[in-house]
C-alpha cells in the first residue's frame, strides 16, 4: 500500500473540511440542489426536512459522491443529483430510526419526531425518500439508479435485522457485521460506486471505490458502537448510551459477554433482555467493557477497516484529493481514544 500523508495532529483542517476544499464548487452545487429540493407547499414538509438536512450533519455521503466523481475526472453534472440523492436516502432512514428508537438527540439537537411527532417524521421520511429516487431517475442512467436504489432496500433490510435482534443475547458477531454492513455501510458503498459508473470508468476502479465505501462505512460504524459507551456525547451527534438504553446488541456487548463471569452474564441478560435498568447501570456497563477489552477490540477492528479502505484507493495516482480521502479513513477512526 502506498501510504497516505499523515494527519497532522496542528493541521487547520480536517479531512473531511479538506475535501470540502477540494470540491468547493460541486459541493455548493449539491447544497444548493439539496435546500433546493426538499421545498414543498405543504408547509410542515420544509420545516420539518430544514430541521434535519439543512441544519447539520457534514454532508459526509454527498461528499465521498462528489469526491469520487472528480477522482474519476467526471465533468458532468450527475453528481451533483446523484450526492443529493444520497443525502436524501440518509436523511429519510434518520428521521425514521429515531421514531424506532425513539433518542432524545440527533446532530445534537432534538430529533423532529419529538418536535413534530411520529407521523409527521415518518411522511417526511418517505417524501425523502420519493425526492431522492426523483433526482436519480433525472440523471438518465440506470445503472447508479439500481445502485442506489439496491442499497435503500438493503438499509431497511439492516433496520428490520437489528430490530428483530434488539434485546437478544444470542446474537452473533456474523450477524451483527450484516447489519452493520446494511445499515450503515451499504449507502457508503453505493455513494462511491456511482461515481465511477456516470464516469464511464473501467471495473477496477468502480470495485475500489465501492470497496473504499463499504470498508469506510464498516470503520464509521464500529467506531460509532464504540462511542456510544466511550465518548462525548458532542463527538456522536446523539445521547451517550442510546444504544445501552434502547437494548442494542453491538459489537462492544458481544465480545464482552464472550469472556463475561456469570455475574457480568447475569448483568446483560437484566440490563438487554429485561429491560431492567439503574442511573448507575451504565457506568457499570462501560466498566465491564473497558476491562474485558471489548472497546479495544472494536477499535481494533475499526481501524483495520479504515487500513483497509485507504489501500483500496492505491489504484488511483497520487493526487491531493486521493490522499485525502485516504486520510479520511484514518480519520474516521480517531474519534475516540
Known sequence: MNAPAQIRQDAALSPAQALWDLTGDNMAAVDALILDR???????????????????????RPLLTVSAAQLCGYEGNAHHK??????????ATL????????SAL??????????????????????????????MVETDSMEA??????????????????LAALRNLAMTEADYMRVIEAKTAALFAAATEVAPVIAERP???????????????????LVDDA??????????????????????????????????????KAFWRRVIVDHDQQDVDLEKAVSLLRSSGALESTMDMAKQYSRDAAEALDIFEASPL?????????????RIS
Do not use: C
Open 95 to 102: 428521521l425514521h430510526d429515531d421514531v424506532v428508537d425513539e
Open 322 to 334: 486521493r490522499d485525502t480521502l485516504q486520510e479520511l479513513a484514518g480519520f474516521v477512526v480517531s
Open 38 to 60: 426538499m421545498q414543498s407547499s405543504v408547509g410542515l414538509i420544509p420545516n420539518l426536512a430544514q430541521h434535519l438536512v439543512g441544519a447539520g450533519g457534514k454532508r459526509l
Open 82 to 91: 446523484l450526492a443529493a440523492a444520497v443525502e436524501f436516502i440518509h436523511s
Open 227 to 264: 462511542l456510544d459507551y466511550g465518548g462525548m456525547a458532542s463527538a456522536l451527534g446523539k445521547s451517550v448510551g442510546d444504544d445501552f438504553r434502547e437494548g442494542k446488541m453491538t459489537l462492544p456487548v458481544i465480545r464482552s459477554l464472550e469472556t463475561a463471569s456469570d455475574e457480568g
Open 106 to 135: 440527533r446532530r445534537g439537537k432534538k430529533p423532529a419526531n419529538l418536535i413534530w411527532g411520529n407521523s409527521a417524521s415518518i411522511l417526511v421520511g418517505d417524501f425523502l425518500f420519493a425526492r431522492a429516487f426523483n433526482l
Open 203 to 221: 471495473a477496477a476502479e468502480r470495485d475500489a471505490l465501492r470497496e473504499y465505501g463499504l470498508k469506510l462505512g464498516l470503520a464509521f460504524q
Open 145 to 162: 439508479l439500481g445502485i442506489l436504489s439496491n442499497a435503500s432496500s438493503v438499509i431497511a433490510e439492516g433496520e428490520v435485522q437489528q
